[in-house]
């Protein structure tokens, strides 16, 4: 089961049938919570513990608690802490609804900001068909007790304060989140969250795109040509060949695949492709094939241009691994390419 995204969750002119509000910083929010003078207040929270997804909400009348919903929502790997946060909500919408003691104005204070905006009027995203669910019920719980919009306030409270109901829900959670048998029993639930939630797109990529990625790096092990980049950078990844070479044009960076791959216009390369006669190198007159360390390091032709290397970089300059790996040798590198035949093929 696979969650639908509907095109257009709500119509455009829909009106959203609770205030929000969203508090500038922590102290801000805490502030806000010490002035509210509404009777009733709901607080929520989302959470995922040990590679479980559960969520939770505590209702408060009078600074006194009365009642906690809990809701497992399954593994990580099938949910996210947005849908538990929206179910959250989602929660609360049904204590407000069937619990007598709830007085409006009422005030629902959650840690997630995300969810709060997204909830004043969801779009075509992973997720949002619960925060859909929960307008319809505090639409539903709007006419069953004659409210207006400005009867519910949805705030936002700093997560890990230490004001008692935000704490209560964080650990609500944190169980409903550990064991299925958590969950609230059925009856007190609403009528959609009684059987079980579809599984968020987002997850299911975020595993297809982890699946794939480790079936490439197993593959890529396999390669005989990582023994070859492993040799010359054994710390190699994909992000450290993007720093090195995040900066530069599609020339230099070329230049760099060519070198740590040896896939150069030098004839060790042209031969194996059958673009030369022979792979001995033709500069130095030698009989030494023409690799790329022979080209960098050993070719007589060019003792000038290995001098002047050597000269601005001093032993580093006979490290094949400091002129391919690091970023201050890449001026260096450039211009004694440049100063050789190779520029002309690069």
């Excluded at 009777?39 to 009348?61: E, H, I, P, Q, W």
């Excluded at 010359?232 to 994909?238: E, I, S």
């Excluded at 060790?268 to 790329?292: F, R, Y």
């Amino acid at each position: 089961m696979i969650e639908t995204i509907h095109p257009r969750p709500i119509c455009p002119d829909s009106r959203t049938p609770f205030r929000t509000s969203i508090a500038e910083s922590k102290e801000n929010a805490i502030a806000e919570f010490r002035q509210c003078t509404n009777r009733t207040m709901v607080f929520t929270d989302g959470s995922s513990t040990n590679g479980k997804v559960g969520a939770a909400t505590s209702l408060y009348v009078d600074f006194t608690h009365v009642a906690t919903l809990r809701y497992h929502l399954g593994n990580n790997t099938e949910h996210t802490v947005f849908e538990a946060e929206a179910v959250g909500l989602i929660l609360v919408a049904q204590l407000l609804l069937t619990r007598n003691e709830a007085s409006f104005p009422a005030t629902i204070f959650a840690d997630n900001q995300a969810v709060i905006r997204s909830g004043v009027r969801p779009t075509a995203k992973p997720g949002h068909y619960l925060l859909f669910r929960f307008r319809n019920l505090v639409r539903h719980l709007m006419d069953q007790k004659d409210l207006d919009n400005n009867s519910i306030s949805l705030n936002w409270i700093a997560g890990r304060t230490e004001i008692e109901g935000n704490k209560l829900a964080d650990r609500e959670a944190k169980l409903a989140a550990t064991r299925k048998d958590m969950t609230s029993p059925r009856r007190d639930l609403p009528k959609n969250l009684r059987k079980r939630l579809p599984c968020s797109t987002s997850t299911i990529k975020q595993v297809h795109d982890a699946h794939i990625q480790a079936k490439w790096n197993d593959e890529w092990k396999k390669s005989t040509r990582y023994a070859h980049i492993r040799a010359l950078d054994p710390a190699h990844t994909p992000k450290s060949f993007l720093r090195l070479t995040g900066s530069l044009c599609k020339k230099h960076t070329a230049i760099y695949v060519q070198l740590r791959t040896g896939h150069t216009p030098l004839n060790k390369h042209l031969n194996w492709i059958k673009k030369s006669a022979m792979p001995n190198c033709l500069q130095c007159g030698g009989d030494q094939i023409e690799t790329v360390h022979h080209f960098l390091f050993d070719c007589t032709r060019y003792d000038r241009e290995h001098h002047i290397l050597q000269q601005k970089m001093g032993h580093n300059a006979l490290s094949m691994s400091h002129l391919l790996l690091d970023k201050s040798a890449q001026q260096a590198l450039f211009q004694y390419i440049n100063s050789t035949i190779l520029s002309d093929g690069l």
